[in-house]
């Protein structure tokens, strides 16, 4: 058996730990025997041994307390990508990790990592097999991109090993699982609407999808691997199941699994992404009389006609990243895990 490294000390603390892969996070650590608390800013679940902390993410008094006798931190707070809430995400994703780093830095915490996004580089054009060194992207395409380009730049520019402070950002894609609020219940409710039956564009778009359990082995060998010595300091790694996958086949698998019928007639891809666009402009002239969300925006219409996979090189090489589940049985345990979402139910 392989040894797994671990910090001195093992008091840890999980920002957003209330949330997707943060509930997923805490767990695992548990499971490795880490002592674990969460700072959050509203507790979902209750999980046996773990100290909540309920906070504002830019409070920084209250993140001190959280942080008393923490060693190492993992930032996975953000809002929901489909929120179209600017304020919001420049709060979180911004301002709130500058309070982050700075109680960190002034409790002496040794690391911090952080839930950055592959999308940072994403800009609606085709990109296969991506590494990390691809420029960020110069035009994003929603709020949420923009602001975690910021927030990963914060992270990363602050790691400083002459101060004993050190940070590494990881780039999960397509993160789904058991638990997940957004990818299957989105999905569920746009068939059961009768919006399921196109494919934007031809159909052979791969990408990669991330089983939520891989995203967090990602996390921890990040956390466990990063030393003062190690070439982690300071940068990205993408972490997906390296499998890339035809968008379009993994929906089906997801869909059929659940009951439903796979979409089977094809739309262009640029007539999509232009109504999307149109209605984006539309909602936000006239946000202040009415309010309406639409079904598609351009980022969920260019991330559904493109190729967009990316590098796991640069995790293998530097932390001995491997998969610990592959896509067909991450898939077929999402499935199972949405008895309620099955048609019928």
Not at 199 to 212: E, M, P, S
């Amino acid at each position: 058996m392989a040894t797994r490294l671990r910090p001195r000390n093992k008091r840890c603390l999980v920002v957003g730990g209330s949330g997707f892969l943060g509930r997923h996070l805490v767990e695992k650590l548990l499971d490795r025997g880490y002592s674990v608390s969460v700072f959050d800013i509203c507790q979902n679940v209750e999980v046996p041994g773990v100290a909540f902390h309920q906070g504002d993410l830019c409070d920084k008094q209250a993140l001190s307390v959280a942080l008393n006798d923490v060693s190492l931190v993992f930032h996975c707070a953000s809002p929901a990508p489909g929120s179209d809430n600017r304020q919001l995400f420049e709060r979180v994703n911004i301002h709130g990790t500058r309070t982050v780093i700075q109680a960190c830095v002034e409790a002496g915490v040794e690391k911090l990592v952080l839930t950055s996004s592959a999308s940072v580089v994403f800009e609606g054009t085709d990109i296969k097999n991506g590494s990390e060194d691809l420029p960020y992207a110069k035009k994003p395409i929603d709020y949420y991109t923009q602001t975690k380009i910021e927030q990963e730049k914060l992270v990363l520019k602050a790691c400083d090993k002459d101060k004993g402070f050190l940070t590494v950002a990881i780039r999960p894609h397509g993160i789904f699982g058991p638990r997940d609020p957004q990818l299957v219940p989105i999905l569920v409710d746009t068939a059961r609407r009768g919006k399921m039956k196109f494919i934007i564009g031809n159909g052979t778009n791969l990408v990669d999808f991330t089983f939520v359990e891989n995203v967090v082995h990602g996390h921890i060998l990040a956390a466990e691997r990063l030393k003062p010595d190690s070439p982690m300091c300071g940068k990205p790694y993408h972490i997906t199941n390296d499998e890339p996958v035809r968008f379009w086949d993994f929906m089906s698998e997801v869909l059929v699994g659940l009951g439903y019928d796979a979409p089977r007639y094809h739309l262009p891809y640029v007539l999509v992404y232009g109504l999307a666009l149109l209605l984006w402009l539309l909602a936000l002239l006239l946000r202040p009389l009415v309010s309406f969300k639409p079904t598609f925006t351009p980022m969920r219409v260019a991330l559904a006609g493109t190729h967009h996979y990316y590098s796991c090189e640069r995790a293998k090489q530097d932390m001995g990243y491997k998969p610990v589940v592959s896509l067909k049985e991450g898939i077929v345990r999402t499935v199972q895990s949405y008895p309620h979402l099955r048609r019928g139910s």
